[in-house]
């Protein structure tokens, strides 16, 4: 009898002594709030008018992170649109331009535009202003820039309206060269031939060069 009452006096101290140690551990735990007040959380709460720059990227990051939808191809900038598929079957290696049409569809191109004349930079935004005004008019549409007294640089979204626009330029009077993916076409205002034929940028100089060292190579076997 007297063991069993040690043995229930024993059970109830340890019962206590556990109670006690978990009140103690539950008090040392710190208050929770219902909601987190982080410096990154905060601006959760803020009134959209005071949102600052930082706050509209990490709502901008959040979108992006929980929007799950494709963009339209429509919706893409030049540069991220896929490009479209070749047909091979189609294609005429008679004729390289309009290959050369056909691998530029869709993609942005850049055409770099010399105007003949000397002109000051003033004259060359009228001229320039006056081409692009006549190629809306036939719905080819582009971004016009001059970078020089004489240098136009035209930013096209559609590679393959590149072509029809330097065949509009190579016809007139003060327009001296189109330059397209590093190959030069001459245009009326350039003094030369205008066969629409292209040639590599700083060939003609080479050429120039190399008539240049056969003439002292033949000076020097003279002497």
């Not at 004729?95 to 850049?110: A, L, V």
């Not at 205008?194 to 003439?215: L, Q, R, S, W």
């Amino acid at each position: 009898m007297n063991n069993l009452v040690v043995r229930l006096m024993l059970s109830l101290v340890l019962y206590l002594c556990i109670e006690t140690a978990l009140s103690a551990g539950e008090a040392e735990k710190p208050e929770t709030k219902e909601d987190d007040d982080s410096p990154a959380e905060k601006w959760k709460k803020k009134d959209v008018r005071d949102y600052t720059d930082a706050d509209v990227e990490r709502l901008y990051q959040q979108w992006e992170e929980n929007d799950d939808d494709e963009l339209d191809p429509d919706d893409l900038s030049p540069y991220d649109k896929p490009k479209p598929k070749i047909d091979l079957s189609k294609l005429d290696m008679k004729d390289p331009e309009g290959m050369m049409k056909m691998t530029k569809k869709g993609q942005p191109i850049m055409v770099f535009i010399s105007v003949s004349g000397n002109p000051t930079q003033e004259e060359t935004e009228k001229i320039s202003s006056r081409w692009q005004d006549q190629l809306f008019n036939a719905n080819i549409n582009f971004k016009r820039y001059v970078v020089g007294p004489n240098r136009l640089l035209f930013h096209v979204d559609d590679g393959s309206w590149a072509f029809d626009i330097k065949n509009f330029l190579i016809q007139q009077e003060r327009c001296e060269s189109v330059t397209i993916d590093q190959q030069i076409y001459y245009g009326k205002g350039s003094g030369k031939k205008v066969d629409n034929h292209p040639h590599i940028v700083g060939e003609e100089e080479a050429e120039k060069n190399k008539n240049k060292e056969k003439k002292k190579k033949a000076k020097k076997e003279e002497l």
